[in-house]
């Protein structure tokens, strides 16, 4: 990994931990109480610290579709999509989800990532031809999940629960919410039914007051990286860097990358694995007997004593004990068990795909 940073593990119960220089909440209470909430009602979590990008005019479609894997120009206003900005080389500089609106596309992209996307914007994006504005404070972002929170983000957007229920993955829709324009699209980032509200930073108080009072259990970090990890959604800057290849990180299954569109940035070498080849190491998830994983970073090593991967992101899941989302060489199948290693312990680890199950 290129960022030594990330494999700081979670601070104390109420504290916070600094993401690219922002301050994001660990837990409002009890991990496994937020948890819980999350499985069996709703959780309430601020998604504000991630990066969000306004790229609007004429030419937006073409001058974004040129810079990530996905096919920007196929989508509709309305919808949304997955994808990756690469370097030439093809390795990812950031994960994005964009959303298509009437003449203006809204791209978000991780907080460890945001850097590099943005600059990547700036060098190749001609503000003559093509505008764009960084809306990370102006534009500030709510998720609700869980199983009660289509009710709860209907009763706050005054969408029905029927239109709520139609919209696909990343899927979105115009409301009005505390009297201000807002966007709420579908989430499927945790696996579980989820929506986020992309809101005016003026109301986002009153919004999130408004899900507490409608049953939304506030959430904080902790809580969504289990549910990150057991959907086997991989985090930019923890499990994939600017040294991943798209393919590696599961892209394909994510459906991330169209082999169809025209020329973007690093496309040479997807392609090439795509229709030559093959990577030499994907994404797994990796499983325990006991409650804790590995820590991220440990050495992953067969039977054999050779070196075939290493832990990632780990944690201790209430529902499916210690697992973690691990890089590990193609020739290792699922079903093989492993011995991590690391300072001071070893562990066994068994192989599988990601995401773990529902």
């Known amino acids: 990994m290129t960022n030594p940073g990330v ?17 994001v909440v660990v837990a409002y209470a009890d ?22 990008l306004r790229i609007f005019g004429e030419k937006a479609g073409e001058a974004l579709t040129g810079l990530v894997t996905n096919d920007v120009l196929s989508m509709q206003a309305g919808e949304g999509q997955y994808g990756a900005a690469l370097t030439a080389k093809g390795r990812i500089v950031a994960d994005t989800r964009i959303f298509a609106s ?18 990547m914007v700036k060098k190749y994006v001609n503000p003559r031809l093509t505008g764009y504005r960084d809306d990370s404070h102006a534009v500030r972002d709510v998720g609700v999940f869980g199983p009660d929170a289509r009710r709860i983000v209907s009763g706050l957007s005054s969408l029905t629960a029927d239109a709520l229920a139609a919209l696909p993955a990343y899927g979105h829709l115009a409301a009005t919410i505390a009297g201000a324009p807002a966007t709420v699209v ?9 929506y986020e509200l992309f809101v ?4 986002f108080d009153d919004v999130w007051s408004a ?15 289990i549910a990150r990890v057991e959907a086997g959604r991989p985090e930019w800057g923890i499990d994939i860097d600017d040294s991943t290849i798209p393919q590696e990180a599961n892209f394909d ?62 944690v201790a899941s209430p529902r499916l004990g210690g697992i973690a989302i691990g890089m590990v060489r193609r020739e290792v199948e699922p079903g093989t068990s492993l011995t991590a290693k690391w300072e001071g312990g070893e562990r066994r680890v068994d192989v599988t795909t990601l995401p773990f199950p529902a």
């Open 186 to 194: 579908r989430s499927p980032d945790i696996g579980v039914e989820g």
């Open 253 to 314: 299954e994510l459906e991330a990358i169209s082999y169809t569109k025209g020329c973007y940035i690093g496309q040479e070498v997807v392609a090439r694995v795509h229709f030559r080849g093959h990577v030499n190491r994907h994404l797994r998830g990796l499983r325990v007997s006991s409650a804790d994983a590995p820590p991220t970073g440990a050495q992953l090593a067969d039977d054999a004593g050779n070196h075939v991967g290493e832990v990632r992101s780990s």
């Open 211 to 225: 899900a507490v009072r409608a049953g939304a259990v506030p959430a904080g970090l902790a809580a969504w990286e």
């Open 102 to 119: 009437p003449g203006a596309y809204l791209v978000d992209t991780s907080a460890r990532a945001w850097p590099g996307f943005f600059g």
């Open 200 to 203: 005016p930073f003026e109301i």
């Open 7 to 23: 494999a700081q593990p979670l601070p104390p119960r109420g504290g916070t931990l600094a993401i690219a220089g922002q301050d």
């Open 31 to 52: 991990v496994a109480a937020e948890y819980a909430a999350l499985r069996s009602g709703a959780i309430v979590v601020d998604r504000s610290h991630r990066g969000r």
